[in-house]
T-cell receptor
Framework: DGGITQSPKYLFRKEGQNVTLSCEQNLNHDAMYWYRQDPGQGLRLIYYSQIVNDFQKGDIAEGYSVSREKKESFPLTVTSAQKNPTAFYLC???????????FGQGTRLTVV | AQRVTQPEKLLSVFKGAPVELKCNYSYSGSPELFWYVQYSRQRLQLLLRHISRESIKGFTADLNKGETSFHLKKPFAQEEDSAMYYCALSDRNQFYFGTGTSLTVIP
């Protein structure tokens, strides 16, 4: 199973705290992506990275930050500036050129 | 701007009936289009892509550039087809997803 792993599966945080979601892949993919999945809104792109040490904002980057120090890893930090952080977060990876994207199992973040 | 539209949030059909999930897109170049499926408690996975012209699990999708559509079709729906379906477009840099259609096949 896998190739792309997200952890943890469930995460609870208090309002005002930053939290980091992990995403690791062993598929040797150059490109990695973070999406937020909300009911009725589909998948919305937060950040994406085509190569190590480079990343681009997606449609809803405000309140989020990422890093890409290693090819295998693309962690997402949900900061206290994100107004509505409770959501299901999906990480994906693909070969360069926008071929098939492989998804992780997702992390459900609940901020209380 | 590239966008993907799935007009139906919910779709219910009876087992054995034909099913069509609609997808329209806007893109200024030559898009690469996909259908992804998410079964209950499973990760999102690729169902099919337009360039491969395959039939997967009885589903087909034809790219109609004139109508900018990529509708997903199956002649006889099965109960195991009940899932969330997302149409997606790639510009070779990132993927754009529609809002999804939840398909329920009624026994």
């Amino acid at each position: 199973d896998g190739g792309i792993t997200q952890s943890p599966k469930y995460l609870f945080r208090k309002e005002g705290q930053n939290v980091t979601l992990s995403c690791e892949q062993n598929l040797n993919h150059d490109a990695m992506y973070w999406y937020r999945q909300d009911p009725g809104q589909g998948l919305r792109l937060i950040y994406y990275s085509q190569i190590v040490n480079d990343f681009q904002k997606g449609d809803i980057a405000e309140g989020y930050s990422v890093s890409r120090e290693k090819k295998e890893s693309f962690p997402l930090t949900v900061t206290s500036a994100q107004k509505n952080p409770t959501a299901f977060y999906l990480c994906a990876s693909s070969r360069q050129g926008g071929t098939e994207a492989f998804f992780g199992q997702g992390t459900r973040l609940t901020v209380v | 701007a590239q966008r993907v539209t799935q007009p139906e949030k919910l779709l219910s059909v009876f087992k054995g009936a034909p099913v069509e999930l609609k997808c329209n897109y806007s893109y200024s170049g030559s898009p690469e289009l996909f259908w992804y499926v998410q079964y209950s408690r499973q990760r999102l996975q690729l169902l099919l892509r337009h360039i491969s012209r395959e039939s997967i699990k009885g589903f087909t999708a034809d790219l109609n550039k004139g109508e900018t559509s990529f509708h997903l079709k199956k002649p006889f729906a099965q109960e195991e087809d009940s899932a969330m379906y997302y149409c997606a477009l790639s510009d070779r840099n990132q993927f754009y997803f529609g809002t999804g259609t939840s398909l329920t096949v009624i026994p």
